[in-house]
């Protein structure tokens, strides 16, 4: 996709959040349906040639990005404990919600990969805002390294509903990634120091702060949208990596990490919004790709519909289990007869 397509896709909702705090009215509806609906509409016109982007990176919207989720949950905070009554509250709350946990998580998960200090620590200070510091850790040191192993708190097992699967993969990826970087601070030898100071450090200052400023009521509402926040990443997680399995090999090691551990989707505008989070197996395979090269590659899983609706499905388990569970039996038989034909 060019980069134009992800930054409407981005940045269309801050501009409707940001009029909606103003004006109030039709705008703070419209800013939840442009994250949430609108890819309803744009997806099945796959206007934009797949692959590729204008600039080699497409840093420059990951700063701005990053530096908005800064800047707007504040003024979030501030609008939805004072500036928004009733049926607009509520549109703020899940506009607000939408845009920090969909636009937000993936740029800052973007900018914790990339090689540039200033932007990596821009996207610890979005995660930490988000009271998700761990979540840098866990991700780098544990999620891409046990992906589709036990060893993995965000790797779903088959059968695993969301709901089960929410509370062990926040408190497995808190004291996984609290483990790893322990084990790399001893092996430094005092010589650096544990990140998880700065992150529970600094989510406890923003606490303080939101309840100094705001009262119990900002707080209420900063710890409301932390937990929406955080329950969409892990939604991801759980619908992106659900069932998949790396093979155990002789020597006791698992298969290298392939593009048949991830599921992918297809569906261009839910893929801009997301910075293309669907286009997961490549991620994984390249984690330092910029997000406008990640491709689909070949044979990797795919998912029957578009992240978004995916996510909805994962909701209600026993429906998510029927239209999953049988996939991944096939997905299993499609390998078993590979590896038959192999030998």
């Given at each position: 996709?060019?980069?134009?397509?992800?930054?409407?896709?981005?940045?269309?909702?801050?501009?409707?959040?940001?009029?909606?705090?103003?004006?109030?009215?039709?705008?703070?509806?419209?800013?939840?349906?442009?994250?949430?609906?609108?890819?309803?509409?744009?997806?099945?016109?796959?206007?934009?040639?797949?692959?590729?982007?204008?600039?080699?990176?497409?840093?420059?919207l990951l700063?701005?990005?990053?530096?908005?989720?800064?800047?707007?949950?504040?003024?979030?905070?501030?609008?939805?404990?004072?500036?928004?009554?009733?049926?607009?509250?509520?549109?703020?709350?899940?506009?607000?919600?939408?845009?920090?946990?969909?636009?937000?998580?993936?740029?800052?998960?973007?900018?914790?990969?990339?090689?540039?200090?200033?932007?990596?620590?821009?996207?610890?200070?979005?995660?930490?805002?988000?009271?998700?510091?761990?979540?840098?850790?866990?991700?780098?040191?544990?999620?891409?390294?046990?992906?589709?192993?036990?060893?993995?708190?965000?790797?779903?097992?088959?059968?695993?509903?969301?709901?089960?699967?929410?509370?062990?993969?926040?408190?497995?990826?808190?004291?996984?990634g609290l483990?790893?970087?322990?084990?790399?601070?001893?092996?430094?030898?005092?010589?650096?120091?544990?990140?998880?100071?700065?992150?529970?450090?600094?989510?406890?200052?923003?606490?303080?702060?939101?309840?100094?400023?705001?009262?119990?009521?900002?707080?209420?509402?900063?710890?409301?949208?932390?937990?929406?926040?955080?329950?969409?990443?892990?939604?991801?997680?759980?619908?992106?990596?659900?069932?998949?399995?790396?093979?155990?090999?002789?020597?006791?090691?698992?298969?290298?990490?392939?593009?048949?551990?991830?599921?992918?989707?297809?569906?261009?505008?839910?893929?801009?919004?997301?910075?293309?989070?669907?286009?997961?197996?490549?991620?994984?395979?390249?984690?330092?790709?910029?997000?406008?090269?990640?491709?689909?590659?070949?044979?990797?899983?795919?998912?029957?519909?578009?992240?978004?609706?995916?996510?909805?499905?994962?909701?209600?388990?026993?429906?998510?289990?029927?239209?999953?569970?049988?996939?991944?039996?096939s997905l299993?038989?499609?390998?078993?007869?590979?590896?038959?034909?192999?030998?």
């Amino acid at each position: 996709m060019r980069l134009y397509a992800f930054a409407f896709a981005t940045l269309l909702p801050a501009v409707l959040l940001t009029a909606g705090v103003i004006w109030g009215g039709v705008w703070i509806w419209l800013a939840p349906l442009s994250v949430g609906a609108l890819w309803l509409a744009m997806d099945p016109f796959a206007v934009l040639a797949p692959g590729g982007g204008d600039f080699p990176s497409g840093d420059g919207l990951l700063a701005l990005t990053g530096v908005l989720q800064l800047v707007l949950l504040p003024v979030a905070i501030w609008a939805l404990t004072g500036r928004l009554h009733g049926g607009e509250w509520l549109a703020g709350v899940i506009g607000f919600g939408l845009y920090f946990g969909q636009v937000g998580n993936p740029a800052a998960h973007e900018l914790i990969h990339r090689a540039d200090r200033r932007l990596m620590r821009l996207g610890v200070a979005v995660y930490v805002a988000f009271l998700f510091g761990h979540h840098v850790s866990a991700h780098r040191l544990v999620h891409h390294v046990h992906v589709a192993t036990p060893d993995d708190p965000n790797s779903a097992r088959r059968g695993q509903g969301y709901w089960r699967f929410l509370p062990r993969a926040w408190i497995g990826s808190f004291r996984a990634g609290l483990a790893a970087e322990r084990a790399l601070s001893a092996r430094a030898s005092g010589r650096r120091r544990n990140p998880y100071a700065v992150y529970l450090g600094g989510a406890a200052a923003l606490m303080a702060g939101t309840l100094g400023v705001f009262g119990l009521a900002g707080l209420g509402v900063y710890l409301l949208l932390a937990s929406h926040i955080q329950a969409q990443l892990l939604l991801s997680d759980y619908v992106q990596h659900y069932g998949l399995r790396r093979a155990r090999l002789a020597e006791g090691r698992y298969e290298p990490v392939g593009a048949g551990h991830s599921w992918n989707a297809a569906g261009w505008y839910s893929s801009a919004v997301t910075l293309n989070a669907p286009r997961h197996s490549d991620h994984h395979a390249h984690p330092a790709r910029p997000y406008p090269r990640l491709i689909l590659p070949q044979g990797a899983p795919m998912l029957p519909a578009p992240l978004p609706a995916m996510a909805v499905l994962a909701l209600v388990p026993p429906l998510w289990r029927r239209v999953m569970d049988p996939r991944l039996a096939s997905l299993g038989a499609d390998r078993a007869a590979g590896r038959l034909a192999a030998t």
